[in-house]
């Protein structure tokens, strides 16, 4: 079957550096995505990974490991603001999107 | 690097009228295009594969005649919701293939449609 994972709820304190990661099995791979979701609106892009590698978009990074499954995301300079679920989604072989559960981050002061 | 443009990124609309959303790739040929859409709370599915120049490709149960797509160019295809209702309030965004080496696909930012 198809399976993503990635952790249900993480703390880290404002200013800091979090790592959400994810790790997939899936029925072909054409490219892992992270999202943010505030409760009740809709998801927002954040980043694309089809290579393996370190992405980089200002404070928000993506890093791929196709031959390990994994995935993480990396949020520096971390913001009230931050606080969001992180969904992590695989595009498999038919170019369907496989959702993980997401990953609640609440930043504290 | 390579951008997908997707617009509008919002939309408010009148039961019955017809809404067209643009997705443009901006420095690349995009032989293929993907249309997708999400529900609240749930995952984003798939809704039909546009190659250019040809029909698109529907996945199961979604209605080709009320989701019109055209894939006319390279670099540009649209999604038409027709004589939408408030069931087809929703998040739709698109991706587009480049037809390149890598064949990486890029995503626009989406637009999320409300209809009254």
């Known amino acids: 079957g198809q399976n993503i994972d990635q952790p249900t709820e993480m703390t880290a304190t404002e200013g800091a550096i979090v790592q959400i990661n994810c790790t997939y099995q899936?029925?072909?791979?054409?490219?892992l995505f992270w999202y943010q979701q505030h409760a009740g609106e809709a998801p927002t892009f954040l980043s694309y990974?089809?290579l393996d590698g370190l992405e980089e978009k200002g404070r928000f990074s993506s890093f791929l490991s196709r031959s390990k499954g994994y995935s993480y995301l990396l949020l520096k300079e971390l913001q009230m603001k931050d606080s969001a679920s992180y969904l992590c989604?695989?595009?498999?072989?038919?170019?369907?999107?496989?959702w993980g559960a997401g990953t609640k981050l609440i930043i504290k002061p | 690097g390579a951008v997908v443009s997707q617009h509008p990124s919002w939309v408010i609309c009148k039961s019955g009228t017809s809404v067209k959303i643009e997705c443009r790739s901006l420095?690349?040929?995009?032989?293929?295009m993907f249309w997708y859409r999400q529900f609240p709370k749930q995952s984003l599915m798939l809704m039909a594969t546009?190659?250019?120049?040809?029909?698109?490709?529907?996945e199961q149960g979604v209605e080709k005649d009320k989701f019109l797509i055209n894939h006319a160019s390279l670099t540009l295809s649209t999604l038409t919701v027709t004589s939408a209702h408030p069931e087809d309030s929703s998040f739709y965004i698109c991706?587009?293939?480049?037809?390149?080496?890598?064949?990486?696909?890029?995503f626009g930012s989406g637009t999320q449609l409300s209809v009254l």
């Open positions: 991706s587009a293939r480049d037809g390149g080496e890598n064949e990486k696909l890029f």
């Open positions: 420095d690349f040929q995009a032989t293929t």
């Open positions: 546009s190659n250019e120049g040809s029909k698109a490709t529907y």
């Open positions: 899936t029925s072909g791979f054409n490219g």
């Open positions: 990974n089809v």
């Open positions: 989604a695989v595009l498999d072989s038919n170019y369907q999107l496989i």
